[in-house]
């Protein structure tokens, strides 16, 4: 178990360099002057951009200027934008505020998917069968940025249940509405697959045994059978947990989520590459954590599956 | 102890004595969309304390569904049990309400599976779950069932079988999973234990030890024991009488020595000829020509009459009854008398 995880950890290295170094030579190599027009209507002084471009390492061949920003990461240094701000804060201004978006569209990705899937896989043909298959089935047709601005009209301002937009002030409650618009594709498809998987190990052999044994029909369904069907199920939530954490560019702009998606938005249009590598240079540690971390518990899950 | 029965499915006022078992003419069908299945058309018979009732066809025959009707764990739907009666002490289990009817599963009749290690839960130690016997029928705590559970293991000869309680059912080999099932189904001393081709999946050598513990289990404990299987070789030993079942319905009926010695049905007689012989080594084996019948369209008259070698006018136009041919012995042929006597001939092809 311990080597299994120091493997995982020992690969995530040529990972992570691999990645960074695809975003950080794309980010440089846009076309176009980085400092137009970031002297108002007049061009730049050129002291100013023999200053920025010593600053970051621009007349430098791209892998030397590569290997000194790697250096620097290593360092814990992420560097400064532009305007002089530093990346490192900026990253930990804005996510706590993903963080909170992704734990609140689990939630509902939990209780509502989880729920609505039971409830179908419990009663196949049923009305809420049916319902469930309809209404999941609608929810993956339609685009996000469509259903976040649909609720967001509707429950935001038409009606006024829910806070239309975040701002400044990050609280769960102003969330609600945005993690729900975040969590509803994979709500969706967490209902389905708790539906299917619970229907399959209905008629598993195991299950058979547990009515053999005598077992009340709670003790087969409640422990016996769901403890099975829900293996892929959480670990799709686990893995779909590291996707939410890499911050949602549409819905942080729908709801103004000051999160970590928005902050890349703002960098990308503004052409801020130092913000952008930095940024996804976290995304990818994140999601490679989180998804090792899954691998593992779907190991203790299911006892099966050994990391040898 | 009796080891032949006499009459189908006696009343208790016939024999004497309550059956430990009673199954009178069971009807099963499995409602699908190709058609109604008639898997099970009729089946009754007795098991008494101690005995081993070895019930002998080929797949697709109905001798697992009707243990699955008798345990109550039929699929349904599709499968329905639509008549007939099974008796436990003399009470119809199929009158009962399901949670009464729970009961009776596991306490006083229960059933092992062919495979074990799909019939076995994947996520739970063994030990975990034999113990659970004990906590959910007689609200052991955890650690007392748990002892109860390892005890069990060491009865059914599992090797250090404290060490070995928290392992999961994919760690054991075949072997040692059929026989955490056994301990899973005699934990609670079960009257009636039904073993659904419990060898099928496993070497010969292991399938002739497991053989041995039920057979050992069943004496120390007096159990009535079913065995389903398709092998004749692995019921010889064992069995009391046999019941031979063919397209859900029962052909022959005989103490087992008698069936062995001479056959009176043309099936049983088909069985008996494919067993490889080593004194007939070198000649082609003898097997069954044709298929079962198709379930959902079973032909008029005998079941087996197209596959029979005697089959004459009366079979295609006449179903025979289960009849008794000599005192203890039962066939639905027409010809039992004949085939029994080896005194007829096949027919012109």
């Known amino acids: 178990m311990g080597r299994y995880v120091a493997r995982r950890l020992l690969q995530m290295i040529p990972v992570v360099i691999g990645t960074t170094f695809i975003i950080y030579a794309l980010v440089w190599a846009l076309p176009g002057d980085p400092f137009a027009g970031r002297c108002g209507a007049r061009p730049c002084p050129a002291a100013y951009v023999a200053e920025m471009t010593d600053k970051y390492n621009l007349d430098d061949p791209l892998p030397i200027a590569y290997i000194q920003y790697l250096g620097n990461l290593i360092r814990g240094d992420f560097g400064e934008t532009f305007q002089g701000l530093s990346v490192g804060e900026e990253l930990l201004r804005a996510y706590p505020t993903t963080v909170k978006l992704a734990l609140v569209a689990i939630v509902f990705e939990i209780l509502i998917g989880i729920g609505a899937g039971i409830l179908a896989g419990l009663r196949r043909g049923s009305y809420i069968d049916n319902l469930v298959l309809v209404s999941t089935l609608v929810v993956v047709s339609i685009p996000v940025f469509v259903i976040g601005s649909v609720l967001q009209l509707f429950l935001g301002m038409r009606w006024g249940i829910f806070p239309a937009t975040v701002g400044s002030d990050d609280s769960l409650y102003n969330l609600i509405l945005p993690g729900f618009v975040l969590a509803a594709l994979s709500l969706a498809y967490v209902a389905r697959l708790t539906r299917t998987s619970l229907a399959e190990n209905r008629r598993a052999d195991y299950v058979r045994t547990a009515v053999a044994k005598g077992l009340p ?16 199920v959480i670990t799709f939530i686990g893995a779909d947990f590291g996707a939410l954490l890499g911050g949602a560019i549409v819905t942080e702009g729908i709801f103004n989520v000051p999160g970590v998606g928005n902050l890349i938005f703002r960098s990308v249009t503004s052409r801020d590459g130092v913000m952008v590598t930095g940024a996804v240079t976290v995304l990818v540690l994140v999601f490679l954590l989180v998804n090792l971390l899954v691998d593992l518990i779907y190991g203790w899950l299911d006892p099966r599956i050994s990391h040898g | 102890m009796a080891t032949t029965q006499a009459g189908i499915a006696p009343r208790p006022d016939q024999a004497g004595v309550t059956p430990l078992l009673e199954v009178e003419n069971l009807q099963v069908e499995f409602r699908t969309r190709d058609g109604v299945a008639k898997a099970v058309n009729g089946v009754s018979y007795t098991l008494h304390e101690g005995e081993t009732l070895a019930v002998l066809g080929e797949s697709g025959s109905g001798k697992s569904v009707t243990a699955q009707a008798i345990m109550g764990i039929l699929d349904s739907p599709p499968g329905f049990v639509t008549g007939g009666a099974v008796r436990f002490r003399g009470q119809d289990l199929l009158a009962l309400p399901d949670d009464e009817r729970r ?247």
Not at chain 2, 113 to 128: C, H, I, R
Not at chain 2, 167 to 189: E, N, T, V, W
Not at chain 2, 192 to 199: G, Q, S
């Open chain 1, 217 to 232: 029909q709670r003790r087969v369904i409640g422990i016996h059978t769901m403890r099975n069907s829900l293996i892929p």
């Open chain 2, 103 to 349: 009961a009776y599963r596991g306490r006083s009749i229960s059933m092992i599976f062919q495979d074990a290690l799909s019939a076995l839960n994947p996520v739970f130690p063994v030990g975990w779950q034999i113990a659970e016997m004990f906590r959910v029928h007689e609200g052991l705590s955890k650690k007392d069932a748990k002892q109860r559970a390892v005890e069990l293991m060491e009865q059914v000869r599992i090797p250090a079988a404290r060490e070995r309680a928290g392992d999961y059912p994919h760690q054991f080999s075949g072997g040692m999973r059929q026989r955490i099932m056994i301990a899973m189904a005699i934990a609670l001393d079960p009257d009636v234990l039904i073993a659904d081709e419990p060898t099928t999946a496993l070497d010969v050598t292991v399938q002739a030890q497991i053989m041995q513990l039920l057979a050992d289990l069943q004496r120390e404990r007096n159990m009535g024991l079913i065995l389903i299987t398709h092998d004749l070789g692995v019921v010889a030993d064992v069995a009391d009488k046999i019941e031979v079942m063919y397209s859900g319905r029962i052909m022959e009926q005989a103490p087992v020595h008698d069936i062995y010695a001479a056959p009176a049905h043309p099936y049983t007689k088909g069985l008996l000829e494919s067993i490889p012989r080593v004194d007939l080594k070198g000649q082609e084996l003898s097997a069954i020509k044709g298929l079962p019948p198709n379930l959902t369209n079973i032909p008029a008259g005998c079941e087996f009459r197209p596959r029979c070698p005697y089959a004459r006018d009366i079979c295609k136009e006449q179903r025979p009854p289960l009849a008794e041919v000599v005192p203890g012995r039962f066939s639905a042929c027409h010809f039992a008398q004949e085939v029994l006597e080896g005194d007829i001939e096949p027919a012109q092809q």
